[in-house]
């Protein structure tokens, strides 16, 4: 992938995929690269889309800072993939798949606002409250109940088949609540301190918080705490996946497992100093490193090699990224075109929105479906000197919130 660099520190490929981001994205970035905390350039992924305050699928490197938007509201979302031994000849009947996930559902509480009915224990409670005490509401008793549930949204549950013919088990959530109040928190805390040091942003969205302060350490160390818990939120999900899996197909054998996050920032050391690296809507692709990149619930999914490229702070895209907004999707396609590109795939039936604002009253929610997102195999090309394609998977059985 080659390069362009304004003279506002802004770095893109030169690829057609990047006429298509939309203006808005782009603002976002040009703001970025006149950030006073910044460094270096602004790279963009594959899957770049318009997001708050940082474009989704963004990467920036913060000098001695951290950005409460940069890194979003589901702090720590990602993925957790599991290979196993099983041929995928072996669930070829839709009626089987249809019993597997019937049968994950009542394990597994799905969407928004569904958690389970008593809270859930977990040693990395007590260990942050050990060590910190109660800091604002981290955490909650909604935090405990959430824990091991997928939310709505993008998020989902797929089981899957590799191009050999074996199949995996693949899962796409993070926080929960928990990461959007400490992003909430932090951001006020950041505009009230930047407005404090009379600090000239580009956008009052991109406040931020300097790490020599209190409150800058303060949100890391929360930052941490929400991508502990969205990594155990995953795993627990995977075991009653795999358990469920294991019932209805006895000689099932569990292999290489891979838990990644997206949405973080982290202290790396890129070219020749230490910098905060933010992934918004973007995965570490480090050299050697196994990733995972999914495409929308109904197109193909990828295991990844990264290849340490610098040029993107050894990073790369999260997944397909949007072409449709939420509106947009719900507004333009319809349920037949939708039905078409899910054919021969378990999944749950459009439903109409719920609880959301005026413009989508009356409208089925069609916001997540194959045409709604980017085709993933173009995004695959596009970051070809970013990672190395493994494994591509192609779903069998989709479950969302």
Known sequence: MKWIKNDDGLKLPIKSWCEKIEEKAMEQAMDL?????LVRHVALMPDCHVGYGMPIGGVIAADNAVLPSAVG???????????????????????????????LKTRIPVGEAVAHLAPQTWEGFERYLDTNGAVCDFPSKLDRRNLGTLGGGNHFIELQKSDDGFVWLMIHSGSRNLGHRIEKHYQTVAKELNASFRVDLPNPELAFLP??????????RDMKFAMAYAFENRHRMMEAFK???A????????????????NYASLEFHQGKNFYIHRK??????????????????????????LGNEESFSSCSHGAGRALSRLAASSQLTIEECDAAMTGIVYERWGKYRDFDKRHKGLVDLS???????????????????????????PLAVLKG
């Open 368 to 394: 997540e479906a194959p045409q709604a997102y980017k085709p993933i195999d173009d995004v695959i090309a596009a970051e070809a000197d970013l990672v190395e394609p493994l494994v591509r998977l192609t």
């Open 247 to 262: 019932e209805a197909v006895p000689e099932t054998e569990f292999l290489q497992e891979i838990n990644i996050h997206h």
């Open 243 to 245: 358990a469920t899996l």
């Open 33 to 37: 690269a006149r950030h006073p905390a």
């Open 211 to 220: 790490m020599d302060t209190q409150e800058g350490q303060d949100y890391l």
């Open 281 to 306: 809507g973007a995965t570490s692709a480090k050299k050697g490193e196994i990733g995972i990149i999914p495409g929308s619930m109904g197109t193909a999914s990828y295991i990844v090699r990264g």
């Open 73 to 103: 509201v589901d702090i720590g979302c990602g993925m957790i993939a599991v290979q196993t031994n099983i041929p995928a000849e072996r669930l070829s009947e839709m009626r089987d798949r249809r019993a597997l996930q019937d049968k």
